[in-house]
């Protein structure tokens, strides 16, 4: 699908975008989206309403003690999706209860849906932040950055607040947080990681990948500082952080990868990095993974590409397998953008 040009008054971020949509991986990058690869995984055979817990034996402090630590709830498959073609929707999924529509993709394709799944932040092509429920829309903020799709805004994890990056000239952008229901606007501090932002579960830090690809920084809310994560050296895609911000899921780009066109993917391969040390930490799961996203309590769930359907793989902070849950076929081809529960 063809994405929006960008109006010719679009802010300097913005224009800053436009001038590197199609650069390759190698100089001043574009932004992000990713096709998805093609793979030869037949998932075993799961119910999309029921979740099949495997659990995993007790360790650590608590097997040392005596003490049984209680097994996480399993997630249940639901989930909001965002489907690319007509009328560009997003939808909550519940197993059972089928599809809910919270929205529409703007031209501008800048979105974001609430971690609780029911409402959607998005930004048109005129800088108005709206905040809406599929039934009702209201304009919480004007002034922002416009025009390229990884801009995105993001929510906090207690679906009460939204980040966004104003119109602005200078090359480290300024971050607003305002309240979803437009009181409290404040800015916050400045970082170079304006796309596609990802907020951790602790509430304190938010990580994006720089327009030019060329790294991903992590912003402290309480200091007010951003810092360039450590052993990411090109990306155009983050999707998701640890509970603490210590641990990232995006997608590395080598200097001959296109860098995309700043569109939410509908899969890619997902690594995970360390942005301390720059290590990358093991995803141990088998097939052609589409993504991960870090839960509050610190479990990472993988989606894996099938046939007829996706598989979600739930793992333990130790990357043991705890569950596997079988998505609705319907969104085989979806862009996955929250786990509810």
């Known amino acids: 699908m063809e994405r929006t040009a960008l109006p010719p008054a679009a802010d300097a971020i913005a224009g800053r975008a436009a001038s590197i949509l199609t650069a390759p991986a190698s100089k001043l990058r574009a932004l992000s989206g990713l096709a ?58 519940e197993p059972g209860k089928g599809f809910t529509k919270i929205g529409n993709a703007p031209e501008s394709y800048q979105f974001a849906a609430s971690p609780d799944g029911t409402r959607l932040a998005w930004i048109t092509l005129d800088g108005k932040l709206h905040v809406g429920d599929g039934s009702t829309a209201k304009t919480v903020a004007g002034g922002a950055a416009a025009g390229a799709p ?8 207690d679906s009460s607040r939204v980040a966004y990056f104003p119109m602005d000239n200078s090359d480290k952008s300024p971050l607003m947080v305002i309240n979803a229901d437009g009181t409290g606007a404040r800015r916050v501090g400045k970082t ?60 590395t780009l080598s200097p001959e990868d296109p860098g995309g066109d700043g569109g939410w993917p509908v899969g890619f391969t997902p690594t995970i990095v360390d ?26 769930v993988v ?28 969104t085989r081809n979806q862009a996955l953008l929250q786990i509810v529960r």
């Not at 995993?56 to 399993?74: E, I, L, M, V, W």
């Not at 990884?150 to 994890?157: A, M, Q, R, Y």
């Not at 304006?194 to 830090?205: F, I, M």
Request: charged share 20%; hydrophobic share 40%; with cysteine.
């Open 275 to 300: 942005t301390v040390t720059g290590k990358r930490v093991p995803i141990p799961v088998k097939g052609t993974k589409m993504g991960a996203f870090y839960l509050a309590d610190g479990r990472l």
């Open 36 to 93: 998805l690869v093609p793979m030869l995984l037949t998932p075993a055979p799961l119910t999309p309403d029921a979740a099949l817990a495997r659990t995993t034996a007790a360790g650590g402090a608590g097997a040392a003690t005596g003490t049984t630590r209680a097994a996480p709830k399993p997630i249940e498959g639901v989930a909001v999706y965002f489907k690319e073609g007509k009328g560009n929707p997003i939808s909550r999924y």
């Open 303 to 330: 989606r894996v590409l099938g046939r007829k359907h996706n598989t979600l793989v739930v793992l333990d902070s130790a990357g043991r397998e705890l569950q596997r849950l079988a998505e609705s076929a319907q």
């Open 192 to 251: 170079f990681g304006v796309c596609h932002l990802a907020w951790s579960a602790d509430g304190r830090h938010l990580a994006g990948y720089a327009g030019t690809t060329a790294g991903v920084h992590v912003f402290d809310l309480k200091t007010g500082t951003s810092v360039r994560a450590k052993g990411i050296k090109l990306a155009n895609h983050v999707q998701s952080l640890s509970p603490d911000g210590g641990k990232v899921v995006v997608h």
């Open 150 to 157: 990884c801009l995105t805004p993001v929510w906090s994890p």
